[in-house]
C-alpha cells in the first residue's frame, strides 16, 4: 500500500453579475485511496451556485464545461470529484466560484442540512409553568439555528442565579431567553426571537 501525498492551494474568485450579492462558501476536502471530493459548505441563508475548477496533475476528471452546483441555504453539498491515477502523487489547484445569481442549468444534487450560528448565542430557558416553551422549541428545531434549551424545574443551582436577575422566575409563563447573555422575557413567537436576534446584531 502507497500513501497518497496531496498538495492543494485554495485560491477563492468571485465571479458576480453586477446584481448579484457576493457570497462566501467552505470547501472542505476527503480524500481517500482513489479519489479526492470536494464539497462546498454554505453557511448562508442563500442558495447559491458553486463552480469548482481543477488543475493539476495525477487525476483524472470529468470533461466538458463545468457546470454550477445548485448549494441550498445552510447545506453541504459535493460539487467535485478527482479520480487518483495508479502510482500517481495528485497535485492541484482549485478556484471556486459562487454567486447568488441561480441559473436554471444548475445541477441539483442531493445535500445535507446544516445547523448555523445564529447572530447571538440563543438559550431558552424553561420553567414548569412555561405556556410557549415547546412550541418555541420545535420552532428552534425546525429552523436553520444552532441553539440549546435548560428546564430550571431540573436545575435548581441555575434557577436561583437566573431568580437574582428575575425575582419573580417561579411565576413567570413566558419563555426567558438568553441572546448573548442577555435575558428576555418578552420573546413570545419564532418571529419575535429572530428579530430581536437582528436588533441584538446591530
Known sequence: MFKIILLSVFTAIISLPSLAQQYEVTIEEEKTKSRVNFYAVNENLKDLDVVVTV???GFKQRGGAERPIRVPATSKVKVKSLIIERGKYPMYEYTVTTTDSLAR????PEFEKLKIDPPSPILLYSTAVCKRCDTLTKSLAASPYRFKTM????????????????????????????????????????????????????
Open 151 to 202: 428546564h430550571l424545574p431540573e436545575k435548581p443551582d441555575v434557577a436561583k442565579v437566573i431568580q437574582r436577575a428575575l425575582p419573580s422566575l417561579d411565576t413567570i409563563s413566558s419563555p426567558i431567553f438568553s441572546l448573548g447573555g442577555a435575558l428576555h422575557t418578552d420573546i413570545l413567537t419564532y418571529e419575535q426571537l429572530i428579530e430581536r436576534l437582528y436588533e441584538e446584531k446591530e
Open 105 to 108: 442549468r444548475s445541477l441539483r
Open 55 to 57: 488543475t493539476g496533475i
